[in-house]
C-alpha cells in the first residue's frame, strides 16, 4: 500500500522568493504529527498544495497515491488559518450544508461537540467570539470522518480549558486508518498528543523524529528543542 | 497519583510508570482489567499509539497480560511491576539525598529526620 502523504521534491516559488524548497517527506496512517517551525517558514504553503489551493512549481504531493484534486478532497480534512465559512450562516446551516458536501461528514458528532460546548445551534457565525468561531470551524471539520486532517493553527484563539478538549476530541477521534497533522506555535500545549514531528525551516525539513525518541536523544521537550533549533 | 508527565523524559516510559505505581499501589489489583488504550490515552491527554507502546513494554516485562479483542490484565504476581520502578525509585532516592546534602544536612541527621517523619 502506498504511504497516505508523500511530498517529493516539493518546490513552490512566488516570484524571487522560495517558499518550499525540495522538500520531501512521507506520513503513514495512523499518526498525529505536528508541522513545526518559526513564522514563514513554509507550513501553510505546504498545506495549502496538499489541499489543492497552490500548485507546486515543481515536484509533487501524492495523497493515496493522487495529486490533489476532487478524489483527494474526499478524504482530506482541512482546517484553514482564518475563517472560510462566511458571515451571516448559523451553526445549524453550517451542519447542514457540511452534510451536502462531504459523504463522510457525521452530523451527530458535530451536534455532539456543539451542544457540548454550548454553542447555541441558531447562532449566526459573525455573533459568536473569536475562539467560538475558531470551535465551530474545528468541530465541523473533525467531524468528517477523513483519512487525513490537515489542521492549520487549531487551538491558537481558544482557552486552555478548551485547548484541552480540543485535544481530547483529537485524541477521542484517532483512529488506526488516519493522520492528522497539526500546525502550531502552541507546541508544549499539544507535544504529548504528538507521535511525530516535523520541523521546517526556510522551506526545508531540518528534523523528522518521534516525540519519544527527541525526549530520549536530547533529554529535552519538543518545546525546548524547538526553541533551541530556532534561536535568532 | 494522577498522569502528571514531565516534559523532559519520553512519555511511553512515564505512562509505563504510572501504570506500574497504580499496580504496586493496588489501585490495579492482582488479575484486574486496565483501563483501555483509548481512555488512558483521553485522560492522560496523550496520543493513543504512546500508550500501546507503553503497554507492549509492560506484557514484555511480565506485568500484565494482553488478552486479544479483550484488554489487558494485571499479573497475579505483582513483582515485575516493582521491578520496573526499582530504578526511578533509587533516582529520586538519590536526588533527595543530593537535595538534603545541599541543605547541610549530613547522612545521619537525614536518616533521623526520615524516621522521624513516617512516624
Keep these: 500500500m502506498s504511504d497516505l502523504l508523500q511530498c517529493i521534491?516539493?518546490?513552490?516559488?512566488?516570484?524571487?522568493i522560495t517558499a518550499l524548497n525540495n522538500l520531501n517527506f512521507t506520513l503513514g496512517s495512523g499518526k498525529i504529527i505536528g508541522l513545526l517551525g518559526p513564522n514563514g517558514s513554509g507550513k501553510t504553503t505546504l498545506i495549502k498544495i496538499?489541499?489543492?489551493?497552490?500548485?507546486?512549481?515543481s515536484g509533487k504531493v501524492l495523497i493515496e497515491g493522487k495529486e490533489p484534486g476532487v478524489e483527494t478532497k474526499?478524504?482530506?480534512?482541512?482546517?484553514?488559518?482564518?475563517?472560510?465559512?462566511?458571515?451571516?450562516?448559523?451553526?445549524?446551516?453550517?451542519?447542514?450544508?457540511?452534510?451536502?458536501?462531504?459523504?463522510?461528514f457525521r452530523p451527530e458528532l458535530a451536534y455532539e461537540m456543539i451542544d457540548k460546548l454550548q454553542?447555541?445551534?441558531?447562532?449566526?457565525?459573525?455573533?459568536?467570539?473569536?475562539?467560538?468561531?475558531?470551535?465551530?470551524?474545528?468541530?465541523?471539520?473533525?467531524?468528517?470522518n477523513a483519512k487525513l486532517y490537515v489542521l492549520d493553527e487549531p487551538i491558537a484563539?481558544?482557552?486552555?480549558?478548551?485547548?484541552?478538549?480540543?485535544?481530547?476530541?483529537?485524541?477521542?477521534?484517532?483512529?488506526?486508518d488516519s493522520s492528522v497533522i497539526i500546525s502550531t506555535h502552541l507546541i508544549s500545549d499539544i507535544e504529548p498528543v504528538l507521535n511525530d514531528v516535523v520541523f521546517i525551516k526556510n522551506g526545508n525539513v531540518v528534523l523528522h523524529n518521534t516525540v519519544d525518541e527527541i525526549r530520549e536523544e536530547h533529554g529535552m521537550s519538543v518545546d525546548e528543542l524547538f526553541r533551541e533549533v530556532f534561536k535568532w | 497519583m494522577s498522569?502528571?508527565?514531565?516534559?523532559?523524559?519520553?512519555?511511553?516510559?512515564?505512562?509505563?510508570?504510572?501504570?506500574?505505581?497504580?499496580?504496586?499501589?493496588?489501585?490495579?489489583?492482582?488479575?484486574?482489567?486496565?483501563?483501555?488504550?483509548?481512555?488512558i490515552a483521553v485522560e492522560a491527554g496523550v496520543n493513543p499509539n504512546t500508550v500501546q507502546k507503553a503497554i507492549e513494554v509492560l506484557v514484555e516485562k511480565g506485568v500484565i497480560d494482553s488478552v486479544l479483542g479483550s484488554g489487558s490484565y494485571v499479573k497475579e504476581d505483582i513483582s515485575p511491576a516493582k521491578e520496573m520502578l526499582r530504578e526511578r525509585i533509587s533516582d529520586k532516592t538519590r536526588t533527595y539525598l543530593e537535595d538534603m546534602k545541599m541543605l547541610g544536612m549530613n547522612e545521619k541527621e537525614t536518616y533521623e529526620y526520615i524516621g522521624r517523619l513516617i512516624k
Excluded at chain 1, 521534491?9 to 524571487?16: A, N, S, V
Excluded at chain 1, 459573525?126 to 468561531?133: A, F, H, I
Excluded at chain 2, 514531565?6 to 505512562?15: L, Y
Design chain 1, 9 to 16: 521534491d516539493l518546490t513552490k516559488t512566488y516570484g524571487q
Design chain 2, 3 to 39: 498522569w502528571k508527565l514531565d516534559k523532559n523524559r519520553p512519555i511511553a516510559v512515564q505512562i509505563g510508570e504510572i501504570l506500574c505505581a497504580r499496580i504496586a499501589a493496588g489501585e490495579y489489583p492482582p488479575l484486574s482489567k486496565l483501563p483501555s488504550v483509548r481512555t
Design chain 1, 157 to 176: 484563539g481558544v482557552d486552555p480549558a478548551t485547548r484541552d478538549y480540543i485535544i481530547s476530541t483529537i485524541i477521542n477521534n484517532y483512529n488506526p
Design chain 1, 50 to 57: 496538499i489541499n489543492g489551493l497552490l500548485t507546486p512549481t
Design chain 1, 119 to 144: 454553542i447555541p445551534r441558531n447562532s449566526q457565525l459573525k455573533t459568536l467570539s473569536k475562539g467560538n468561531k475558531e470551535k465551530v470551524c474545528l468541530i465541523l471539520v473533525m467531524s468528517r
Design chain 1, 74 to 104: 474526499k478524504i482530506v480534512a482541512y482546517l484553514p488559518d482564518r475563517n472560510f465559512l462566511g458571515k451571516s450562516p448559523t451553526v445549524d446551516k453550517l451542519v447542514k450544508l457540511f452534510v451536502d458536501f462531504y459523504e463522510d
